[in-house]
């Protein structure tokens, strides 16, 4: 059996054969008999986070075995955390544990499961960065003041629920991305979209509690009863084919456009376009939304840090618009929204690998085929050997590093950028399957906070006692409070000053 050991580089003083009969398991953290392994699944779906946070305490920088959405886990820390981003993918793949988290291949398709066109969709989007913007900062203002009239006036502030709030924002900008105007302002297209985004992760829930033989039936049949994907699926055709229609040279320069381009076949299927810009969106939306809310929060808690952040706006504008550019020189900024991705990462583990052939980690550790392999991401977040004062929030914790790291070296010290990636910070993950969607998550969130300290005061309401909503955790994940709501108010003088 092949091992970690026996391709890794020869340099690699740390590389020699590993006898199987050497090789273990990795220690359980709770029983793995059945009636208490039945409940202790159930508890891991309520309160991951506990759990994967009592692992790292008891195995640091090493590994455990845990219950992980209906299944069993490895999750390591340490330099285990890098032999699971070099491995080559044939050992664990990260592709196959995204077709089993959303169950593409039954909610999408064989053709995007089997080949990921996403991926390089992905990539296409990064190229564009520069040449989208403009179209994020035209939709900006209608899609806030839109979701502003769904709030409620208190005196002369709008009340709002945050999340209810940014996810209509970002779907707003996402969509204008993706399939451009006029279908991104239609009300019933909002609407369904966003109702298929949620239905996609229960139905994908849904399917994992059958048998895999079975999943195809099941999923034919609560299809029956999904009329917002029905919905969403008419009117995106209609929009197809209207693309179709055109010369390549004519269509618009966003995500459909592309998706139609790259789609397999001389005859696109319009199902397979559906179903890569309903995964598109669903990635999109749920990560940029929930990412901004808790940066919301941390704001409008923490208002003392509004006049630094508005200051260090305009020094990047340097008397002009917001920019593309300008969002790069925004470094306090940018320290400010990673170090609430810190402290409220969206998931508590990172680095999912479904091992395809046996795997045995340096340490001996064999994790058989079939199985998960997870890495800690909140309690690595939370460790005070890599972050001073790891429980508080300090905005511009990343900036001085960087400011520091720089002087000492005559050279940017990128890597405590937001779309910066480490084996102490994972929120994007690490190496060859780190989020490739990230730099274009940044520029969103980095415009919108840009675009709302300018233009608007925020502030909580006085329920709040100034205290910023508790985070929810629940199944790995972890969502703004879902109670929370803030106060917003269009400034007066609509000069930037």
Known sequence: MET?????????????????????????LVSGSW????????????????????????????????????SWATVVSGKYVEEIARAPDSYLSFQEIANDQLQLEHLVGPELSRDHIHLALIRTLNRNLKGVYDEIADETEYSIS???????????WTSVNVNQWVGDVVFGL???????????????????GQSEDTAMVLRAYLLKIFPKSKRGEVQQYI???????????EMLTKAIKERMAMTEEDRPNDMLSWTISRAPGEEPDLKIICGILGLLSL???????????????????????????????????????????????MHKLDSFLRETQRLSTISNVSLGRIVMQDFTFSNGVRV????????????VHRDPAYYSDPLEFKPWRFYELAQAETLSTDRAATKYNMVGTSTTYLTW??????????????????????????HYDLKLPDSANGQRPADWNLTGACIPNTKANILLRRKEDNTIN
Request: aromatic residues 8%; contains cysteine; charged residues 20%.
């Open 223 to 233: 299809s029956r009863f999904t009329s917002s994907m029905s919905v969403a699926r």
């Open 174 to 192: 996402n969509q204008r991305i993706f399939v451009g105007l006029p279908l991104c302002r239609d009300e019933e297209w909002a609407k369904a």
């Open 4 to 28: 970690l050991r026996q391709w890794l580089a020869p340099s690699d003083p740390n590389a020699s054969s590993q006898d199987e009969s050497t090789t273990r398991e990795a220690p359980y």
């Open 429 to 454: 993950g690490l190496g060859k399957h780190a989020c490739p969607g990230r730099w274009y998550a940044t520029m969103i969130m980095k415009h919108l906070m840009a675009y709302l300290i300018l």
């Open 283 to 329: 990635v999109a939306q749920g990560t940029t939304s929930m990412s901004f809310g808790h940066a919301l929060l941390y704001l409008v808690a923490h208002p003392e840090h509004a006049s630094i952040l508005h200051e260090d706006i305009l020094q990047a504008m340097d008397g002009g618009d917001l920019t593309y550019q300008s969002l790069e020189r």
């Open 146 to 156: 839109s979701a502003l009239k769904k709030g409620k006036d208190e005196n002369d």
């Open 368 to 379: 058989p085929a079939g199985e998960m392999i997870q890495a800690v991401a909140t309690g």
């Open 35 to 70: 009636g208490l392994s039945l409940f202790s699944h159930i508890r891991s779906i309520l309160w991951t986070d506990a759990l994967v946070q009592r692992g790292y305490e008891q195995h640091r920088d090493d590994m455990f075995k845990m219950p992980f959405l209906g």
